[in-house]
């Protein structure tokens, strides 16, 4: 007996609901992280064009950090509501 279950990654109505989302690109442009959305939900801001990662160099070695910040589309999905 086989079942197909999806995982659930991350709460999916942050897009239905504009409170949610007008909170969210609040917290990203006021440099909130304990408010900001999951890594999961920014990448799907991502890919809609709200959001863009800018490359942070931490001083040590490795890879930079990527901060998120807002788009012109991101701040205009603010202003408008």
Known sequence: MTTSTQAKRGP?????????LQA???AIAAGNSEATPSRFLLKRMED?????????QTGGRG???HTPVLTEFGANAIIAE
């Open 12 to 20: 999916k109505e942050i897009f239905e609901k504009t409170a949610k």
């Open 24 to 26: 969210a690109l609040r």
């Open 48 to 56: 809609r064009g709200l959001v863009a990662f800018e490359s942070v």
């Open 63 to 65: 890879r930079p950090a």
